[in-house]
């Protein structure tokens, strides 16, 4: 399969809304930012394919990993592929030969850029595994421990720490890609623009974090920290239970707003880009107000509201997107969508 077919069959069967970022992207960068989401996606499936042991998913990550830094080592995750539901996770996992002989094509600047931001990536996964992975499972009968035990951070140290392995450095190398290839000479605080980029990144993951906080635990994981949960009286286990609503939202909340924080950074990012990079600003726009949507959603929620998974519908993205590119050309109008 070559590459301009990876980055239009599989990645649209992937990812549907990032495709459509992906498509908006100017075409120097698209295949580099393109494929290293596709490898991560890949990655991420070995990661949360919960039915294997974990030490299993740790080996086949390893093996990958050493790929994508350039062993030759041959790999072939069809045992692994069998356990998906989804037939596009199957798909990354089959055709992940040709993702790696994709990465080829680059430049060695380029081929570097991706091999180092998914050493980062696959850093926090590992991290996540070692942490999480023994959790019981409803499918699984390799781990003793009770299924009622829930595993959580210890400190927002350690949650900053795992925002930036798995979205933090994703700022980084989509800055230093744009930097080569669009706007080399363009005049930019460059140590400003890097960390905005890095909350960027940190903003968007916080935000699926707290979003998805009711399946994390059923699945026996909690990103909020005991530091904080503790001095507030409350646990893991009993979370988002009713009784505890008064103690929880609060919390959640501060959390909210730091996620809010780190999207308007991300925010700033997007208005440094030089206004006629009006691609770029618009694949950066579109996650940024997606998300300050869902924080709408979730500051408004419930705990009951939580357990449903609050979400943005896809007529709210389209709107969105409609509204930005109406936007895009007027830089007054365009400021003020944040």
């Given amino acids: 399969m070559a590459s301009q077919e990876l980055l239009t069959d599989l990645l649209k069967a992937t990812s549907r809304s990032f495709y459509l970022t992906l498509r908006v992207l100017p075409s120097a960068i698209r295949p580099q930012i393109g494929l290293a989401y596709l490898l991560a996606r890949t990655t991420d499936t070995i990661a949360d394919t919960e039915i294997v042991p974990t030490a299993q998913r740790l080996l086949a990550l390893q093996l990958l990993h050493e790929r994508i830094l350039g062993s030759r080592a041959p790999v072939n995750f069809g045992e692994l592929a069998k356990h998906q539901g989804s037939d596009a996770e199957k798909l990354l996992l089959e055709k992940v030969g ?8 680059f430049s060695e600047t380029d081929k570097k850029l991706v091999r180092d931001v998914l050493n980062i990536i696959i850093s ?27 595993i959580a951070l210890e400190t927002d ?9 798995v979205a933090g450095c994703v700022g980084e190398f989509w800055t230093k890609m744009c930097r080569a290839h669009l706007f080399p000479d363009a005049q930019i ?3 400003q623009f890097l960390i905005d980029a890095v909350r960027f990144g ?31 009286g409350l646990r893991p286990e009993t979370l988002l239970s009713p009784v505890n609503e008064e103690k929880f939202l609060p919390l959640f909340r501060k959390y909210l707003d730091e996620a809010e924080s780190h999207l308007r950074a991300g925010w700033n990012y997007t208005n440094t880009i030089p206004f006629g990079q009006f691609r770029v600003r618009l694949a ?5 107000l997606i998300g300050m949507k869902t924080l709408n959603k979730l500051r ?13 519908s896809r007529g709210e993205v389209r709107g969105i997107i409609f509204k930005s590119l109406l936007a895009c050309p007027f830089p007054f109008v365009w400021r003020k969508l944040v």
């Avoid at 040709?98 to 094509?105: G, I, V, W």
């Avoid at 916080?206 to 994981?221: E, F, M, S």
């Avoid at 909690?222 to 503790?230: A, F, G, I, S």
Wanted: glycine share 6%; hydrophobic share 40%; charged share 30%.
């Fill in 98 to 105: 040709d993702s790696l002989a994709a990465l080829e094509d």
């Fill in 124 to 150: 926090g996964q590992e991290l996540d595994l070692q942490r999480f992975g023994g959790r019981s499972q409803a499918h699984g009968r390799w781990d003793a421990r009770p299924a009622a035990k829930i």
């Fill in 300 to 312: 408004a929620a419930s705990v009951n509201d939580l357990q449903q998974r609050v979400k943005v």
């Fill in 157 to 165: 140290v350690q949650l900053d720490d795992y925002t930036y392995r």
């Fill in 189 to 191: 605080d460059e140590k």
């Fill in 202 to 232: 940190k903003g968007l993951q916080l935000v699926n974090i707290l979003r998805d906080l009711p399946a994390d635990l059923k699945r026996g994981c909690c990103y909020l920290p005991m530091d904080k949960l503790e001095p507030a």
């Fill in 284 to 288: 950066c726009a579109w996650p940024i």
